[in-house]
């Protein structure tokens, strides 16, 4: 699967921070229930890669992605633990070397339109827009679109439940990410059931948003 084809199996990417093991596969769970197959695990925590491990082997109606990689041999890592796609928040020559050495679908941060252009010439046309508040938000997507077109975008950083449709209703963004549907109070709680009714509410404020335009 390519990565765009991944940025199209769910509107609304995850962004997961797991910092105990035991969170990971009911985590996973309990995002998919509600309708969000597509997560990105962050490297943010000294657990982070053997929980993909586990909900790759746990959860097999989950996508499972990296996130926050930061060193070439981190693609090796990912591959290890069953990873099916790499996010980064940057692009570096080293990062963007080792991908054309791993196939491995991978997801480059851009900022600026000098980012852009760069990934482009390694052949990238996904991209994430991090942090898309701080990079100019819809302003800068819209201004993204003339110049450079047939980049697909996932703007992640500042998005949440009250303006992520505002992002996915422009041409050039194939989704989002956020955390906003798996929060760390949650998380730490374990309250599964506030974060499967957070996936559904993505949805539910899509086909709400497709019924109010068909009428």
Known sequence: MKIDEIMQRSPVIPVIVVERLDQAVPLAEALVEGGLPV??????????????????????????????????????????????????????????????????????????????????????????????????GIGMLKALAGPLPGVGFCPTGGIGADNFIDFLDLPNVACVGGSWVCPASAIANRDWEQITRLARQVHETLASKSGAGQA
Not at 48 to 76: D, K, S
């Open 39 to 136: 997560l990105e695990v962050t490297l943010r925590s000294e657990v982070a890669m053997q929980a993909v491990g586990e909900i790759v082997r746990a959860v097999p109606r989950a996508i499972v992605g990296v996130g926050t990689l930061t060193r070439a041999e981190q693609f090796a890592e990912a591959i290890d633990a069953g990873t099916a796609f790499a996010v980064s928040p940057g692009l570096t020559d080293a990062l963007a070397d080792a991908s054309c050495h791993h196939e491995l679908p991978y997801l480059p941060g851009v900022f600026t339109p000098s980012d852009v252009m760069r990934a482009q010439s390694w052949g990238f046309n996904a991209l994430k827009l991090f942090p898309a508040q701080q990079a100019g």
